[in-house]
């Protein structure tokens, strides 16, 4: 009798720890709108990895979650475009890293509106949504300070498969 209450025992304080360290490392995320089309589409899920960024710093033309700094309570997903330090712009239908326009080739449509140049900040990250004209991202209202990054998008799980992610040269 106390060798089975010692195996439910360490079957259920396992299961807490995987519980537990699966809530700590990753989670899920539901894409809501249409402002990641054609790379991810309304209802899609996600799983998100948030551990990552404590082991290096987010990059750009990584997918993140992130809760928006206009104070909204729901997640957004967006993609980085501009790092710390850097200056971005955006203009004749193209967007620039540091002078130089960059190759987006996963975008829906080229950007139809203008951005004055503008530096990032320190320890906050320019995001802009893969449907550039239909998006609510840092175009409208500003950076995302580095606090606010949940995750980067690791996975599809509904329906499966690998999230784009792009390596975006200057």
Same mark, same amino acid.
């Given at each position: 009798?106390k060798?089975?209450?010692?195996?439910?025992?360490?079957?259920?304080?396992?299961a807490?720890?995987v519980f537990f360290?699966? &809530?700590v !490392?990753i989670q899920s995320?539901?894409v809501? +709108?249409s402002?990641?089309?054609?790379? %991810?589409?309304?209802g899609?899920?996600? %799983?998100?990895?948030k551990?990552v960024?404590?082991? &290096?710093?987010?990059? &750009? +033309?990584e997918?993140?979650?992130?809760?928006p700094?206009t +104070?909204r309570?729901?997640?957004?997903i967006?993609?980085?475009?501009g %790092?710390p330090g850097? !200056?971005v712009?955006?203009k004749?239908g193209?967007v620039?890293i540091n002078?130089?326009?960059?190759?987006?080739?996963?975008?829906?449509?080229?950007?139809s509106y !203008?951005?004055?140049?503008?530096?990032?900040p320190?320890?906050?990250?320019?995001?802009? +949504?893969d449907?550039?004209?239909?998006s609510?991202d840092s175009?409208?209202w #500003?950076?995302?300070?580095?606090?606010?990054?949940? #995750?980067k998008?690791w996975v599809s799980i509904?329906p499966?498969?690998?999230?784009?992610?792009?390596? %975006?040269?200057e």
């Amino acid at each position: 009798m106390k060798s089975q209450f010692r195996q439910v025992l360490a079957v259920v304080l396992i299961a807490v720890g995987v519980f537990f360290l699966l &809530r700590v !490392t990753i989670q899920s995320f539901v894409v809501v +709108g249409s402002s990641m089309e054609p790379n %991810l589409e309304d209802g899609q899920r996600l %799983l998100v990895n948030k551990v990552v960024y404590d082991l &290096r710093e987010p990059q &750009r +033309g990584e997918v993140i979650v992130f809760q928006p700094p206009t +104070g909204r309570s729901v997640d957004f997903i967006k993609r980085i475009i501009g %790092l710390p330090g850097d !200056t971005v712009e955006i203009k004749d239908g193209a967007v620039y890293i540091n002078d130089s326009a960059i190759d987006e080739p996963y975008v829906k449509a080229a950007p139809s509106y !203008t951005m004055a140049k503008e530096k990032i900040p320190e320890g906050e990250y320019f995001v802009l +949504g893969d449907n550039r004209n239909n998006s609510n991202d840092s175009h409208s209202w #500003g950076e995302v300070p580095q606090q606010n990054i949940i #995750g980067k998008a690791w996975v599809s799980i509904w329906p499966p498969g690998a999230i784009p992610h792009y390596d %975006l040269q200057e």
